[in-house]
């Protein structure tokens, strides 16, 4: 970074800037965590990383074995592959949003919620266990009419493609930063960091290129999850419960993994402010925001939701009467009291005060409770769609029992999931937080003003 | 105890003659259908006679099938309306009240039967033809919709009757709709199927020809048909086919 | 980049104020055209009304047609108002400022116009004015809340007085600034109109978080209303409306349609009032963007539709959707969907050069809403066509003159009201734009001297 003014001009005054971090501080807290581990961070990564190995042994033990014939024993397998698409896959979507609102609020944040990514493997590995679950497309409803190589062909591509520009976004994001630490360090680290920032030297052209990558990979990461899910919510959801041809489904589907992703986001956020030593970096101002952007989802998620119970209820044909009870009614009522209590009534009734959302609490523990909730409807969905129904049907004539969680479903999810969280935090020794050269930049941004009898901030807005 | 009016349609009675058309109309003041009015597409039969031609030439045969309204007990067009124009009696009739229809039209386009119809023009009846109407059954304005209802003027002249005569029940036959009256063939059956002894009642608990046209659509229609003998089929247990 | 002036107050004001006080050519050539096409609207609705609906296209299939569609556009293009204004005013984004009141006054008045549809397409409408004022209570007998028809005028009705209560408390302070610049019976108007405002702090501090919570508020409303119309078709077991669908799907075509037509709306206020230093490059650019991202979820829910209809591989559904695609003349307006209201402008959005070329973004502005005008008859007729296995009761539709009178008769109405609205009160917010000169500011980066906004917080 080239040395500069800290203030700025506005017309013939200077402004002080708002950050009252200089950017050499910036830099030191970038490679902190790159330089050393802390005792509590080794901790939480073992935990998770037993918790993983758990979860891929219960795998095995259970499912796996039991093989591919029968779709009720991967039921959770499932479950946590939906869980982790709407959390961890959704979050670069969180990222991707913010930089197109161009906030200026987003600098902080932006990074970990692109770090998610990097625990995309996870839900990709257990994507191939499942696919291979879904007979063909012949004979039965679903989006392929008995195309060639459908579902598996498509629905893999299209997760790959999803899982490779995750990936792609979250390093084109991280590269500069990379480069910085290679500046800054030596040994091995400068080893290893010199082999990942790939000859990054800050030129104007590199610059551009940055920009321009970030914004096309966002985009079209973004495109790519939405089709992603739209895939996967007809195929592993709707196609496998008979007369279950609701089109409001996919929209739902990818609703609550953004409103998910910005949980995800705000716990993330929650737990490096209060143990990752990021408090100086995630202010009041990046919780109220996006605690306005979890209560927005919220609300969208829960009239999504709407629209389709009422098409069914006004309907009132014997298949939309078999699809409430087993969806909304009977069978699984009680994961949908809980969802909906956790990922509508909660983020409602807790964000409604402005006291609350401007503050920096409320937000993340809505968050959690978004979380959790999320457990209990990808319970329902799967659990309902991997019940042994006959999908050649075109209506559900026979209700199934609810299908309760043995020992082994509950280590897979939690297993797994912790897992996938454990990768989240290894990330972290490869790409810094905070997001150096995004900080930074908004440094030069940013500055305060005396305005009338106030002092403003002013934020620059480049275009 | 109060009847639960219904109807049996037996097709493979039904010669198409149209005979029900023409006594529905008669009965209950319909506007006279002219030549303009069919090709607007507009025009009023409560019940209609659909014609469907079955195989191929030289094999063709002409599928008749009578469609009054089907009183459904469980009626897409009743909760649509926004004036309750519409409504269902305690006997299982589908009512329309004329006076309060503003004709949105919202109920015709709820029924997948087809079987509203509206009132696009002012009806007119020549001077010579005013006093054929029928001053049991109200003459409609134009802008309100209408439809069969199972003859309820007939009804209630019955009901009526049957109270000042003691109070007693209706007995079977007492009551018939205009278009099971005039079928030459009798394909139209009309009565209780609350009472065990009606004629409809018997048919419809015994037949194995029964069915109910768009039954997947959960309305519960009143009226049952009987599906046509197939003369061609091969016999089995009864000559009864699909 | 952006172009922004650095104006004298005055300078602004008066520029501001050129269309409440001079009526050019363009505005007289206005008037007189669209009050024709009014004229001929009026006599439309007469002779509907005198001889019976019979005059209309509609028969004992297509019950509905070019009316209802009609009033479903409209109410598509009245969501325009809450995008612009509640949400880019919540997220606090500056290119709304020129923008807001003319989407906000589009909103009323397409909600006006959209509302008159259903009443005078009904078979007795006098009726049913009469139904409503006054309300016949003492019978005991409520409107049927199951049916959509009932939801629906609550819910518009809703909007629109949120509407105009929002017009109104954001053209307070430049009621104020009128009266203090104007004489004679408009400065009684528009010292009623007023009410008093001084520019003083606690005055403002009202008018600034009033406009927020009715801003928060229409949020809901907008999202509700247009639902509510989607569900008069989806509440119904019509094999082509019965879909889950259809509620977020009517509501982002909504929003595609309106920020469409405020895009219009924008081009013909820069050309007619000359604006050019108010409506820049720069928010023909933002608009376009934000098009971008809403024709592109339009389209997805409009791809979900389509697949779920066919999803059960039933024949009464197979049926109708060979219709729609193959049978005349929906083939046509297929295409008009497809490609004027996606393939050809969202390309073009792309691209910055375009964005910026206002011809451009007003001609395929204008394409969009050609599409979307046929996308709400292609959901909405077909399904009525063939309802079912009846094919004996299978019936084609065609308008007849009286609706093609009325449905263009209604763009003239609201064409008419704005000009008529742009007499009394100016179209682009004089006090926003004053705002939006004094919080702007500039930031010197490196050798850069980079535009800035000022932020409260």
Redesign the interface.
């Given at each position: 970074m080239a040395s500069h003014d800290i203030t700025a001009h506005n017309g013939h005054r200077s402004l002080p800037r708002v950050w009252d971090l200089p950017p050499q501080q910036i830099v030191s807290d970038g490679l902190q965590r790159i330089r050393a581990a802390g005792s509590t961070y080794r901790l939480l990564v073992i935990i998770t990383a037993i918790l993983g190995v758990v979860g891929v042994v219960a795998l095995i033990a259970g499912p796996v074995l039991s093989g591919w014939g029968e779709r009720q024993p991967w039921t959770y397998v499932a479950v946590t592959f939906g869980f982790l698409m709407s959390t961890v896959g959704s979050a670069p979507c969180v990222s991707v949003a913010t930089r197109l609102v161009r906030g200026h609020w987003r600098r902080p944040v932006n990074r970990l919620a692109e770090l998610w990514a990097a625990a995309m493997i996870v839900p990709l590995i257990l994507f191939f266990l499942l696919v291979a679950l879904l007979p063909n497309t012949e004979g039965r409803p679903s989006l392929w009419f008995g195309w060639w190589g459908a579902p598996w062909l498509w629905d893999s591509l299209m997760m790959i493609a999803l899982v490779i520009c995750g990936y792609a976004f979250l390093y084109t994001a991280a590269r500069p930063d990379m480069a910085i630490v290679r500046d800054q360090v030596d040994g091995n680290l400068n080893g290893r960091f010199t082999r990942l920032a790939r000859g990054f030297r800050g030129s104007i052209r590199e610059w551009r290129t940055v920009d321009r990558a970030v914004a096309y990979f966002g985009a079209f990461y973004v495109l790519l999850y939405v089709g992603t899910m739209t895939l996967i919510s007809s195929d592993f959801i709707l196609a496998l419960i008979p007369g279950n041809n609701s089109a409001i489904f996919p929209a739902t589907y990818t609703v609550q993994g953004l409103e998910s992703g910005i949980a995800l986001t705000l716990v993330t956020a929650g737990v490096m402010r209060a143990w990752g030593g990021a408090r100086d970096y995630l202010h009041k101002e990046q919780f109220f925001a996006l605690g306005k952007l979890q209560l927005a989802l919220g609300l969208l998620w829960f009239y999504f939701h709407w629209t389709e119970f009422i098409i069914w209820w006004?309907g009132?044909?014997?298949?939309e009467?078999a699809l409430l009870r087993l969806l909304y009614f009977d069978t699984y009522f009680v994961p949908l009291v809980v969802a909906f209590t956790l990922m509508f009534l909660a983020p409602l009734t807790i964000l409604l005060w402005n006291r609350i959302r401007a503050g920096v609490v409320g937000p993340i523990v809505v968050g959690a409770l978004v979380l959790v909730g999320q457990v209990f409807e990808q319970i329902r969905l799967y659990s309902s769609s991997f019940s042994p129904n006959n999908i050649y049907e075109g209506e559900l004539t026979v209700i199934p029992p609810a299908y309760v969680p043995g020992v082994l479903d509950i280590l897979i999810l939690v297993g797994l999931i912790g897992g996938a969280v454990c990768l989240g935090l290894l990330a972290l020794r490869f790409v810094p937080y905070p997001s150096i050269w995004e900080v930074t930049g908004g440094l030069w941004l940013r500055a305060r003003k005396p305005f009338y009898k106030t002092e403003v901030v002013v934020i620059g807005k480049p275009d | 105890m109060s009847p639960r009016w219904g109807m049996v349609i037996d097709l493979d009675r039904c010669t198409g003659c149209q005979a029900c058309v023409v006594a529905c109309q008669a009965e209950n003041n319909i506007p006279i259908n002219t030549e303009a009015v069919y090709l607007?597409?507009?025009?009023i039969e409560w019940i209609r006679v659909?014609?469907?031609w079955d195989g191929e030439y030289p094999n063709i045969k002409a599928r008749y099938i009578p469609v009054p309204c089907m009183h459904c007990s469980?009626a897409?067009c009743e909760?649509?309306?926004?004036?309750?124009a519409t409504y269902h009696t305690p006997e299982g009739i589908n009512m329309q009240v004329y006076n309060?229809?503003?004709?949105?039209?919202?109920c015709?386009?709820?029924c997948?039967?087809?079987v509203r119809?509206?009132?696009?023009?002012?009806p007119k009846w020549p001077e010579s033809l005013q006093n054929q109407l029928n001053p049991n059954v109200t003459v409609r304005?134009?802008?309100?919709?209408e439809k069969c209802t199972f003859c309820i003027q007939r009804i209630n002249h019955a009901e009526q009757n049957a109270r000042l005569d003691g109070n007693r029940p209706l007995r079977d036959g007492e009551v018939n709709t205009a278009c099971a009256q005039a079928c030459p063939t009798r394909a139209i059956v009309f009565g209780d199927l609350d009472d065990p002894e009606s004629q409809v009642a018997q048919i419809a608990n015994t037949t194995t020809r029964g069915y109910k046209v768009?039954a997947?659509?959960?309305t519960d229609p009143a009226v049952l048909y009987l599906k046509k003998i197939d003369p061609e089929a091969p016999a089995h247990g009864g000559a009864e086919s699909a | 980049m952006q172009e922004r002036h650095s104006f004298s107050d005055e300078r602004i004001i008066r520029d501001l104020l050129r269309p409440v006080t001079q009526t050019s050519m363009m505005n007289w050539v206005g008037f007189i055209v669209l009050g024709t096409i009014l004229t001929a609207f009026l006599f439309a609705v007469g002779w509907m009304f005198y001889?019976?609906?019979?005059v209309t296209g509609?028969?004992?299939?297509a019950?509905?047609g070019f009316m209802i569609v009609n009033f479903v556009f409209w109410i598509g293009i009245s969501h325009a108002g809450v995008m612009i204004s509640a949400i880019l005013r919540l997220t606090q984004a500056e290119w709304r400022r020129p923008v807001t009141r003319a989407a906000e006054v589009m909103t009323m008045f397409s909600l006006m116009t959209a509302l008159l549809f259903?009443v005078i397409?009904?078979?007795?409408?006098w009726?049913?004015l009469y139904?409503a004022f006054p309300y016949d209570f003492w019978r005991g007998?409520?409107?049927?809340v199951?049916?959509?028809?009932?939801m629906d005028p609550s819910a518009i009705m809703t909007y629109l007085t949120g509407t105009i209560l929002f017009v109104y408390i954001t053209t307070i302070p430049d009621f104020a600034l009128l009266r203090d610049h104007s004489t004679g019976w408009r400065h009684g108007l528009y010292r009623v109109l007023a009410l008093g405002f001084k520019g003083e702090e606690r005055q403002w501090k009202m008018q600034i978080i009033t406009g927020f919570l009715l801003a928060a508020i229409m949020l809901s409303i907008f999202v509700s209303v247009h639902s509510i119309v989607s569900w008069?078709f989806a509440?119904?077991?019509?094999p082509v409306w019965h879909s889950t669908v259809w509620a977020p799907y009517f509501v982002i075509g909504a929003v595609h349609s309106g920020v469409s037509a405020v895009v219009t709306l924008m081009a013909l206020m820069r050309w007619m009032f000359k604006f050019d230093n108010y409506i820049r490059h720069e928010h023909f650019d933002a608009i376009g963007r934000l098009l971008v991202v809403v024709g592109t979820t339009w389209m997805w829910f409009f791809l979900l539709d389509i697949f779920f209809d066919l999803w059960r591989q039933d024949p009464a559904d197979d049926a109708i959707m060979h219709m729609r695609f193959f049978e005349w003349p929906y083939p046509l307006l297929l295409a008009f969907v497809w490609i004027f209201g996606y393939f050809i402008p969202v390309p073009i959005w792309a691209f910055r050069r375009f964005r910026r070329n206002i011809k451009l973004m007003f001609w395929t502005s204008i394409m969009v809403n050609i599409g979307m005008w046929a996308e709400r008859y292609w959901l909405v007729v077909p399904g009525?066509q063939a309802?079912?296995q009846?094919?004996?009761?299978w019936?084609?539709y065609r308008p007849g003159p009286v609706e093609i009178t009325l449905v263009v008769g209604s763009f003239a109405l609201v064409g008419f009201l704005l000009l008529l609205f742009a007499k009394l009160v100016p179209p682009v917010p004089v006090w926003d734009e004053l705002e939006g000169q004094h919080l702007a500011a500039e930031i010197q980066v490196g050798k850069r001297t980079v535009p800035a906004i000022v932020r409260e917080f």
């Open positions: 006004y009132r044909t014997p298949r009467t | 607007q597409n507009r025009a659909e014609r469907y469980n897409p909760p649509v309306c926004p004036v309750y309060r229809c503003i004709g949105t039209r919202y015709a386009v709820n997948h039967w087809h119809f509206f009132n696009f023009w002012q304005s134009r802008g309100v919709m768009l997947e659509l959960g | 001889w019976g609906v019979g509609l028969n004992r299939a019950f509905w259903p397409h009904t078979g007795r409408p009726r049913t139904w007998i409520w409107p049927d199951r049916s959509a028809l009932v008069d509440f119904s077991l019509d009525l309802k079912y009846w094919t004996f009761s019936l084609p």
